[in-house]
């Protein structure tokens, strides 16, 4: 459906349309309620009456349920479910699959499938990574979810998880071409996702794991990457940390501080959590302190959970205890990957000259940033409507890009450190502002910027099994536009 206006609300109401009712009155209805009825389609009929879908559009600021009030007053009417923009834009699905290759006659059905195809399955047989030209698996991911760490609503189970899923492989398509797949399991079990998916690997070329739950997703993760052939990248974790890594190199350079001399608070010790603490680890940070809904994770205090004991093994040198007020004093940059309104003014006053907030809970953040304005150098979130959004899709599209282009067994932390690098220099150090430390994710240079450094990557570590598609030097491999 296409309407006249971009900034026009859409919605459907399915309603009951008994035998003495009029469509003129339906008409009336949503006029008298600033709509218009640009599509009426029938869904079921019966003896007594019909089951239609009033498609409608109406004025910026116009009232939805105004509207569905107004068809209630219709004599004859029944409204069964009202659907707005949102809900119609998964009517039916959000992606599909489409033909490369056209099928109008009997040759070309000879060609596409028997007999032609036998020859091509025979050619994979004797040598099976031929599977990756003459197949869907050069250029495919499956996107991998149980729903039971779901956006900002937890465990929701598979069915439930489909819709972010779908639309996962819809980000992958419109920035990177990448050919993405929904792929959600009736299972919560460990044993039983890993040995599902390693079933499934072989129509695939990558696997990207998407909104399980910590700490079983290490789990998961770690025992594919080590059984798989192919890259194997859960992006809650490793996703969220390559953004948050861009974004800081380049609020560092704001603030004119070094990598190794920062001191860093991490509110937050899950999947997400871990990750970041890894990358920053891998760039040089040494002081690092996690805060979880208990306190600070101390050095040499056991912890039941192995991801907690891996925390207090590698974290917190100076052993400071207590809560996040002790962990944030003195520090230079606090990130949350925890819950919202959990940071305080009182906190960021007690930081470091020109501190840096990344509060990137979703949808509420640890601290908003008007209530952090004046108080805090460097401000970012995970929400679209503030400066500076910490975006995954500023990663995994390039990431499985380059991937898939070198044919790479694994994505390995070169890989990840490079895609970082390479999404914060799509920000001109000219342009670098306390409000723009990071690209946008429709910035046209990111995902080819992000390509090419982790082709550079994956090949100088020895994955990729295939010659780099982009020069090995620093040559530019794209132009600003």
Not at 116 to 133: K, Q, T
Not at 262 to 276: E, K, L, Q, R, Y
Not at 294 to 320: C, L, Q, S
Not at 444 to 449: D, G, L, S, Y
Request: with cysteine; glycine share 8%.
């Amino acid at each position: 459906m296409t309407l006249t206006r971009a900034d026009q609300v859409q919605a459907m109401f399915r309603i009951r349309l008994h035998k003495n009712a009029s469509m003129g009155e339906v008409h009336g209805a949503v006029v008298s309620a600033g709509g218009e009825v640009v599509a009426v389609e029938t869904r079921a009929t019966a003896e007594a009456y019909s089951i239609r879908d009033i498609t409608v559009s109406m004025e910026p600021g116009a009232d939805v349920a105004a509207a569905a009030a107004a068809l209630r007053q219709v004599p004859g009417v029944d409204v069964i479910e009202t659907l707005d923009r949102v809900f119609l834009a998964h009517l039916g699905g959000k992606i599909a699959t489409h033909l490369k290759v056209p099928v109008v006659d009997r040759a070309d059905l000879s060609v596409v499938y028997t007999p032609g195809v036998a020859r091509v399955c025979e050619a994979i047989r004797d040598r099976p990574e031929r599977a990756f030209e003459f197949t869907v698996r050069t250029n495919t991911v499956a996107v991998v979810s149980d729903g039971s760490a779901v956006l900002g609503l937890g465990n929701i189970g598979p069915q439930a998880a489909l819709p972010v899923m779908e639309g996962k492989a819809m980000l992958f398509k419109r920035f990177a071409d990448v050919d993405a797949f929904p792929i959600c399991l009736a299972t919560q079990d460990v044993d039983e996702i890993v040995e599902t998916v390693e079933r499934i690997a072989p129509s695939f070329g990558g696997i990207n794991l998407e909104d399980i739950s910590s700490p079983r997703c290490f789990e998961i993760e770690e025992r594919l990457r080590r059984r798989l052939d192919i890259p194997v990248f859960h992006d809650d974790q490793h996703g969220t940390a390559v953004v948050m890594m861009a974004g800081l190199l380049n609020a560092l350079k704001i603030v004119g501080k070094r990598m190794e001399d920062i001191s860093v608070v991490m509110a937050g010790v899950g999947a997400a959590g871990v990750a970041c603490t890894k990358i920053l680890l891998a760039a040089g940070v040494g002081h690092i302190v996690g805060v979880d809904r208990v306190g600070i994770i101390e050095r040499g205090r056991h912890y039941d959970n192995p991801v907690k004991m891996w925390y207090a093994e590698n974290t917190n040198f100076e052993n400071r205890r207590g809560t996040l007020e002790d962990a944030i004093r003195g520090a230079d940059v606090f990130i949350g990957v925890s819950g919202p309104g959990i940071l305080t003014v009182d906190h960021v006053k007690q930081m470091a000259r020109d501190p840096i907030v990344f509060a990137m809970a979703n949808p509420i953040p640890e601290i908003l940033p008007e209530v952090a304005a004046g108080h805090v150098r460097v401000m970012a979130t995970g929400r679209s409507d503030y400066p500076n959004q910490i975006n995954n899709v500023l990663c995994f599209p390039g990431m499985f890009r380059g991937a898939l282009d070198v044919r790479a067994r694994d994505i390995n932390e070169e890989m990840k450190m490079a895609a970082a690098e390479a999404i914060a220099a799509c920000v001109p150090e000219d342009q670098l502002a306390e409000d723009y430390i990071i690209p946008s994710p429709f910035d046209p240079n990111v995902v080819p910027a992000v390509s090419a450094a982790v082709q550079r990557a994956a090949v100088k570590t020895g994955v990729a099994t295939l010659p780099a598609k982009v020069p090995l030097d620093d040559e530019p491999i794209y132009t600003e536009i």
